[in-house]
Each structure stands twice: as structure tokens, then as C-alpha cells.
């Protein structure tokens, strides 16, 4: 079945550096690809999608690429902050899937210090 | 719009007592999510509806756990009776699904249950 892999953290990183969040995906269909992030006590929050080949997806300094060739949809960022500390959530949907259900990645935690 | 909505936002209770969580996802979606946050098993898909009809329930736990959907404004999520083990974040979503849907699920802020 469909499934999404994405590196294990946590990722520990200083202000102003660059950031990498591997994820891949399996997927039988033609899938839309979405990153979720989780601050601390707070739920899932959209932070960019994709829904087809070579899209990128882009929001607050965050970009995914969309790779059919490689299955991925790693997520980068040029600058981190301290405010970026969460955890991040990659996903995939069938595209035009009349459910919208949801495949989740593990999640990965980033933690960003001063 | 309010966005999702989700309570109790806390709930502590005795083992062996029912519990029942509430959800009202945003107005003009059609599906609706229930999820379980544990640090030991992530997030997990418990069950989702359609149209107010349960699409997949394969991830309810056990018995125990049962959800309803009586119109499209309201869910509910039952626990009888509950253990300790049930204790976690458990998160409501829904989405509009469809012919030009975006897939997007929004997440509700989440009811913190701790099962003593």
C-alpha cells in the first residue's frame, strides 16, 4: 500500500542555518504530496503542498519539490529560526481520491537553538 | 471561520470510565478524521467519515472505541470504558472531498486525555 518515509530526528540546528527534511513516498497512483508542521501543544497545520510532478510548494521561507523520479518531497529551508522549532509531517493523498484520507510520515523533530 | 473544534481540550478521568471527545469540523466539509498522538505510536488513523457515513474503521483499537457522526456538524468519540493505555492527544480533522477538492485536511487543536 501507499506509504511515506521520512528521516528520523530529532534535528538540531543553529539559528540561520540551513535546513533539510528528507521524505519519500510509495504510492500505486498519482498522489498530492503535503508537509504539516506541529508546534508544541498546538495541532496539525498545512505548511505546503504539491499535487503533481516538479510543483513546488512553498510557505514562510519553507519549499518542497515535487520528484516523481525519485519519490521524494524533501523539505528545505534556507534560514532556520527559533521559532521554526516543531514537528514536521510529511503526507501523501491519492490524487482526486474521493476520501482525502491521509498517509503520514513518522514526523520529524526539529529543534532550532539561539 | 472558527476552524475546527474540539472539546473537552483536557480530560482526566478514572480508568473505567466513559469517556466521550466532540468535534464540529468547518462548515462545507464532507469528510471528517479522528486521530490518536502517542510518543510511542505517532499518529494514527482511528476512523474517518464521509458524508456523515464511516468510510474506514479499521483503525479503532478495540470494542471499546466507538465514533458517531449523526449530522455534518458534529462527531463524537466514545471510550467505554477507558484504560490508562488510551491516554493521549487524540485530534479531529476534516477536509472537502471530491471533484475539486484540495485534499487538505485542517486539524482541530486537539483533546489532551489522561486515563489514571
Known amino acids: 500500500g501507499d506509504s511515506v518515509t521520512q528521516m528520523e530526528g530529532p534535528v538540531t540546528l543553529s539559528e540561520e542555518a540551513f535546513l533539510t527534511i528528507n521524505c519519500t513516498y510509495t504510492a500505486t497512483g498519482y498522489p498530492s504530496l503535503f508537509w504539516y508542521v506541529q508546534y508544541p501543544g498546538e495541532g496539525l497545520q498545512l505548511l505546503l503542498k504539491?499535487?503533481?510532478?516538479?510543483d513546488k510548494g512553498s510557505n514562510k521561507g519553507f519549499e518542497a519539490t515535487y520528484r516523481k523520479e525519485t519519490t521524494s518531497f524533501h523539505l528545505e529551508k534556507g534560514s532556520v529560526q527559533v521559532s521554526d522549532s516543531a514537528v514536521y509531517f510529511c503526507a501523501l493523498s491519492d490524487y482526486g481520491g474521493a476520501t482525502n484520507k491521509l498517509i503520514f510520515g513518522t514526523g520529524t523533530l526539529l529543534a532550532v537553538q539561539p | 471561520d472558527a476552524g475546527v473544534i474540539q472539546s473537552p481540550r483536557h480530560e482526566v478521568t478514572e480508568m473505567g470510565q466513559e469517556v466521550t471527545l466532540r468535534c464540529k469540523p468547518i462548515s462545507g466539509h464532507n469528510s471528517l478524521f479522528w486521530y490518536r498522538q502517542t510518543m510511542m505510536r505517532g499518529l494514527e488513523l482511528l476512523i474517518y467519515?464521509?458524508?456523515?457515513?464511516?468510510?474506514?474503521d479499521s483503525g479503532m483499537p478495540e470494542d471499546r472505541f466507538s465514533a458517531k457522526m449523526p449530522n455534518a456538524s458534529f462527531s463524537t468519540l466514545k471510550i467505554q470504558p477507558s484504560e490508562p493505555r488510551d491516554s493521549a492527544v487524540y485530534f479531529c480533522?476534516?477536509?472537502?472531498?471530491?471533484?475539486?477538492?484540495?485534499?487538505?485536511?485542517?486539524f482541530g487543536p486537539g483533546t489532551r486525555l489522561t486515563v489514571l
Open positions: 504539491a499535487t503533481k510532478a516538479d
Open positions: 480533522a476534516s477536509s472537502f472531498a471530491g471533484r475539486g477538492g484540495r485534499n487538505e485536511q485542517f
Open positions: 467519515f464521509n458524508n456523515n457515513v464511516p468510510i474506514d
